[in-house]
């Protein structure tokens, strides 16, 4: 399982679904210790994989959503949702 450590997932389908399995895993109580704090440790990575990928998912869709009147995408600049507007 060390190794599977620091594998990084191939998508963010992959890590979800290795990061669904972990919490079954867990839940059953049937690991040691050093198992447990390792898919935790490893559930952690994967969670921040995920968020980081539904970020730039985000920010991808903002920009599309925020094009100016010439079809040229804005730049993304935060999560404000004042700064998408394109009007000049």
Known sequence: MTSELDTPPQ???DAL???EDLVDTL???ELTLE???AAFER???LTRTCQTTLDEAEQKV???VG???N???EPFIGSDPGSGDTSQ
């Open 43 to 45: 559930g952690i990575k």
């Open 71 to 73: 079809g040229e995408p």
């Open 67 to 69: 094009r100016s009147a």
């Open 27 to 29: 839940e059953k109580g």
């Open 35 to 37: 198992q447990s704090l």
């Open 11 to 13: 998508s963010f389908e």
């Open 62 to 64: 903002r920009i599309l």
């Open 17 to 19: 679904k290795e990061l």
